[in-house]
């Protein structure tokens, strides 16, 4: 048995435990916390599995497919491959919004409808309870990437709540994977980037779900767990690739994985910046945010620079040349986007200047 955020550098034997990075052993497998024996594997639920894995393939490009109806719409009419072009540049941003916005509305619906009847427990990874589990870790973990502007930003605890978590106010949440119907975040806690809550646990067919917590004004930090049963206290902190133990007092420090109590002496900050903000900053925050949509429109433009790059390759020399060239505006492209990120570094975040 291998723990959460361990590296393997070499052999580990049966029924024998490993953790940390490198791991190293720290005891027997303990057997007792599951059932002896495998549960019953029906070959049902293994097809029940393959289809919503291509289901789930075929849910992503169907969201593409949203804007390319949006950006159609908008060309119909066009009466030259120019005036195409310019139509759908004009309709890039509506096909945009429209492709985000009905995505995540599927994305919400569709997780409510999986939490219904999600039950804690170790139930069989061939059963019902143990398929919505893995369904929506699925769809949330595409979720991050297709709707990240929504993460890390002041709607991503109301994005949680859509999801059916409990989440309380002043919370600051990156770019989670949850649970969500399993997961209690308490007022003023932190989680960084890509932790882990109320994730489900495998062992010999088994899976188990539990519900997670994150105690109020906690820390849990960058790809930090809080599994199955476990909670980060009210005040406490999880370090940076570590595991919440199942319990800890209030105000308790822990690293590693098992984790290890740490001494930490708190300081006090101007929580004008942390907790209590003026109403001024959470605005101005606000408003930057939403300038979030603006460098996946920008990639969504490279994309479709690429498509009529082609087009006008295909329509003036022939298909064959523009196979042949297809590298070299892909090039193109990949130059463009660099060019493009780096003036955007340069206007928004200037230069850094460092005096020795």
């Known amino acids: 048995e291998i723990a959460p955020g361990s590296a393997v550098f070499g052999r580990v034997h049966s029924g024998k435990s490993w953790a940390d990075s490198p791991a190293v052993r720290v005891g027997k497998v303990r057997a007792s916390d599951w059932p002896a024996e495998r549960p019953p594997e029906p070959f049902g639920w293994a097809a029940v599995y393959a289809v919503a894995s291509v289901a789930l393939a075929l849910f992503l490009l169907f969201f593409f497919g949203v804007g390319g109806v949006v950006v159609a719409a908008g060309m119909r009419g066009a009466d030259s491959l120019g005036d ?127 519900r997670a917590r994150i105690g109020a004004r906690a820390f849990l930090g960058n790809s930090g767990m809080a599994a199955a049963g476990h909670s980060v206290p009210r005040d406490g902190l999880v370090a940076v690739l570590s595991a919440a133990p199942a319990k800890a007092k209030p105000g308790s420090s822990w690293l590693g994985s098992p984790p290890v109590r740490l001494r930490r002496v708190t300081v006090d900050g101007d929580e004008s910046r942390t907790y209590n903000p003026p109403q001024a900053l959470r605005v101005a925050r606000a408003l930057w945010e939403l300038c979030r949509i603006v460098p996946v429109i920008v990639t969504c433009g490279l994309g479709l620079g690429v498509l009529f790059g082609l087009t006008t390759i295909e329509t003036t020399v022939g298909v064959g040349w523009s196979i042949v060239l297809s590298g070299f505006v892909l090039l193109a492209a990949a130059a463009a986007s660099a060019v493009v990120s780096t003036l955007a570094k340069w206007v928004i975040v200037g230069c850094f200047c460092v005096s020795v």
Request: charged content about 15%; hydrophobic content about 55%; aromatic content about 12%.
């Open 84 to 210: 195409a072009a310019l139509a759908a540049f004009a309709w890039l941003a509506p096909a945009v919004l429209a492709t985000g916005v009905t995505f995540a509305g599927l994305v919400v619906v569709f997780v409510r409808l999986l939490s219904i009847g999600l039950t804690e427990g170790t139930h069989p990874v061939r059963s019902r309870v143990a398929w919505q589990a893995w369904c929506i870790e699925r769809l949330l973990d595409a979720a991050r990437t297709m709707l990240f502007p929504f993460y890390a930003s002041l709607f991503t605890p109301v994005w949680l709540r859509m999801l059916g978590a409990k989440v309380g106010r002043d919370v600051e949440a990156s770019t989670v994977l949850l649970l969500p119907s399993m997961t209690q975040i308490d007022d003023g806690a932190f989680l960084a980037d890509d932790t882990m809550v109320a994730s489900y646990e495998l062992h010999n067919g088994w899976m188990r779900i539990e």
